[in-house]
């Protein structure tokens, strides 16, 4: 029995360290982007969904469709609601889409995307099986009168974050998640308060009760993906948060 252990432990080891290498070596090559080459139409992923949930988070990518609560909503070119299952186990929860986001209506789609498509691999999971959302549903620009100049973006004001961020509490609502992860600074502030910065908490289990679900859901924060891109010395960091999203989940998980 203890000789069976220690080879299950040995492969284990192995299978992790090659996903540690493939998340280490990221490549841009042509075919690591074409998952998230196509912008899906609001609700489109969702239609292998559970009926209620499905239908309910369809619903709610129309009311953010035709959204200005904000002036953001009548300068982005595409709403970004969010991509992923409804019976996720996980959201992972951004600041706002950028630049290819809003042009394709689908968050994490550049550079960070293709990244995040990486660090998802590396714990076996992916962008059908879990949750991706932000913040905020509309690009935030430095300058709104150009929607096409790159380098355009900015962190969202705290009155675009307030318009947007009951959509959010109902995403979290209607999936109810075993995990949150926030990506980046912005996202942990909003959903933990002002505090600690995003290099101090990162890694430190929390918790956040979405309005209207009733319970408080586990949250794990961690770096945004193009902090990855700008240092790549984070990547350990964020290796160490997804081993303990991955022991979560596997703790957690139903007999």
């Known amino acids: 029995m203890t000789e069976k252990t220690g080879k299950e432990e040995l492969r284990e080891l192995a299978r992790g360290l090659r996903r540690r290498v493939e998340f280490g070596d990221v490549e841009w090559s ?15 992923a969702l239609a292998a969904a559970p009926g209620g949930v499905g239908a309910a ?21 595409r709403a970004v609601f969010g991509v992923g299952s409804s019976a996720a186990e ?34 076996g999971l992916s962008r059908k099986t879990v949750y991706i959302a932000n913040i905020v ?8 009168s150009d929607p096409e100049k790159r380098g355009n973006d900015r962190p969202p004001a705290p009155e675009e974050i ?5 959509y959010l509490d109902r995403q979290l609502s209607l999936i109810a998640p075993r ?48 902090a990855l891109l700008r240092n790549p010395a ?5 290796w160490t948060d997804m081993k303990a999203l991955r022991e979560e989940l596997a703790q957690s998980a139903p007999e």
């Open 30 to 44: 042509a075919g690591s982007a074409r998952a998230s080459e196509r912008a899906a139409a609001p609700g489109e």
């Open 57 to 77: 988070l369809e619903g709610l990518a129309s009311q953010v469709e035709a959204c200005r609560k904000c002036p953001l909503g009548s300068r982005r070119l």
């Open 90 to 123: 996980v959201v992972f929860v951004g600041e706002g889409p950028g630049f290819e986001e809003d042009h394709r209506g689908e968050p994490f789609v550049g550079r960070s995307g293709q990244l995040l498509d990486r660090i998802l691999e590396s714990i």
């Open 137 to 144: 549903k509309c690009h935030p620009m430095v300058d709104a």
């Open 162 to 166: 307030a318009a947007c961020r009951g």
């Open 179 to 226: 995990v949150i992860v926030t990506l980046g600074a912005v996202a942990a502030r909003v959903l933990l308060g002002p505090g600690e910065p995003i290099t101090r908490i990162r890694g430190r289990w929390r918790q956040y009760a979405p309005e209207g679900l009733g319970r408080a859901l586990k949250l794990l924060p961690t770096f945004h993906p193009a």
């Open 234 to 238: 984070l990547k350990k960091d964020v």
